[in-house]
């Protein structure tokens, strides 16, 4: 699996850092950074939840 | 096609931790009679709720804005959003204020003033020991430790607080007139006019001295940004704290799983904000195009009221969703709202509630109501709900 972010749509709410924060983190200003795009096995989960719950569609993955 | 009377949005609670029972009856969309008169919507189902929110062809701006519940006895007029007051916004309007603050709440930024808000929070217990046996948990513990916190994060003096919390309090009284609100509405705005100036004048390390050093920001822009900080930062946490305790002394086995098992709690907080859903109604959009959703179609002018109560208890989404389950999953809860206007201080509010239940159990392990349950005065003529006052002893 891939973890991708779109930082154009991101409104820095933060629930990717909490949910799967081996794969996302935010910058100074609060948007989104991917910190590693290849998401290990143990981790798949969190990134799909990330991506459920993240308010403006700004993280997504490639399965 | 069938024809359904519409009614009016439910507002009677049975219990104090469930909301109205007719809500679960509704299909996910359902016709919604507002006080003005106007037919449009409401969404009580979960996928539908966050469908809504998340699409832009529902405006949040407020001149468009409906209520579902009359304020005073008299239909909501839609009023535009003061300068700087984003939530009530569209993009690129919205957009461009939220950006300003998103780097002050990172997930980051937030753990880093753990520290300041247990010292806080002890402080509070302090205060309760002090005090002595019983006292009331809003007053002196749920009520000043976020609006501690959201002060000193905006440079505010606390010794102003009476001015804010009493204006605060005002506006979200449903049983006050619009007319009455606004005034509420305009004595805070002057509140942050004179703190804006204050900061220019000798700004410190806080958020709205940090403000207004964007040049292309007007003083009203500025002031109703602080305002809505203000406001949202400490009247949502409180009634968490208050309301939130009361749920686990009720249900005294989740008191004593938490108590038992402290690494509990960050789930905890999320199944509190689930079951309690305290921004009980009044999130509303206005479709601005006619849009097919679920088996009816929206049109463009059609207020939509989303219940997010009902949304965090939609059986399809969360099993047995009447049932407080501190171990329960909780993902997808929609109690910070979804979309772009989702809570800018939800990182900052997990934290002030984890560690003031765990600093309550923590002190007050024994701790229990000093009156009957159905004495507690509950909120439900309030924009938020909660509990007006919790008397508690140890």
């Known amino acids: ?63 | 096609m069938t024809t359904v009377e519409a009614r009016s949005l439910p507002m009677t609670r049975t219990t104090p931790f469930d909301p109205p029972a007719e809500l679960a009856q509704l299909p996910p969309i359902s016709r919604l009679l507002y006080p003005d008169g106007h037919v449009g919507w409401l969404v009580t189902g979960h996928a539908l709720a966050k469908e809504v929110l998340a699409d832009k062809r529902f405006s949040s701006r407020f001149e468009l804005r409906r209520f579902p519940i009359s304020r005073g006895g008299e239909p909501f007029k839609p009023q535009g959003a003061q300068p700087g007051f984003f939530i009530g916004m569209d993009a690129p309007e919205h957009t461009r204020l939220r950006k300003l603050l998103t780097g002050q709440f990172t997930v980051r930024r937030m753990r880093q003033l753990e520290p300041r808000i247990e010292e806080i929070t002890q402080a509070r217990i302090e205060a309760m020991r002090a005090h002595g046996s019983p006292v009331d948990l809003v007053q002196e513990f749920a009520l000043p430790i976020p609006s501690l916190v959201i002060c000193e994060l905006l440079g505010v003096d606390y010794a102003d607080r009476d001015e804010f919390q009493t204006q605060t309090a005002r506006l979200l009284d449903l049983e006050l007139k619009q007319s009455e609100t606004l005034a509420a509405r305009d004595a805070v705005n002057e509140f942050m006019l004179d703190l804006v100036a204050q900061k220019r004048r000798k700004p410190a390390d806080d958020i709205m001295s940090g403000l207004v050093q964007h040049d292309d920001l007007t003083d009203d822009e500025l002031a109703g940004m602080g305002f809505l900080l203000l406001v949202a930062g400490h009247e949502t946490t409180a009634n968490m704290l208050g309301l939130g305790t009361m749920a686990l002394l009720h249900d005294r086995t989740q008191w004593d799983a938490l108590r038992a098992d402290p690494s509990l709690v960050e789930n905890a907080v999320e199944e509190l904000l689930r079951y309690l859903t305290i921004v009980h109604f009044g999130t509303v959009r206005t479709a601005i195009a006619d849009v097919p959703l679920g088996d009816v179609v929206v049109r463009a002018g059609d207020a939509v009221s989303i219940s997010l109560p009902a949304a965090n208890r939609d059986p399809s989404r969360f099993e047995e969703p009447d049932k407080l389950d501190l171990h329960r999953p909780t993902q997808g809860h929609l109690t910070f709202g979804h979309g772009i206007h989702q809570c800018l201080g939800q990182q900052l509010a997990r934290i002030e509630m984890r560690i003031g239940y765990c600093a309550l159990i923590d002190a007050f392990p024994n701790l229990r109501l000093a009156v009957e349950e159905s004495a507690i005065p509950m909120r439900t003529r309030m924009a938020i709900y909660g509990v007006h006052r919790l008397p508690v002893e140890w």
């Open chain 1, 1 to 63: 699996m891939k973890a991708e972010a779109n930082r154009e749509v991101c409104i820095g709410a933060g629930m990717c850092v909490l949910t799967a924060p081996t794969c996302y983190d935010q910058d100074d200003d609060g948007t989104v950074v991917v910190l590693r795009a290849e998401v290990a096995p143990g981790d798949e989960q969190a990134v799909r939840d990330a991506a459920d719950s993240c308010p403006s569609g700004a993280i997504t993955f490639v399965e």
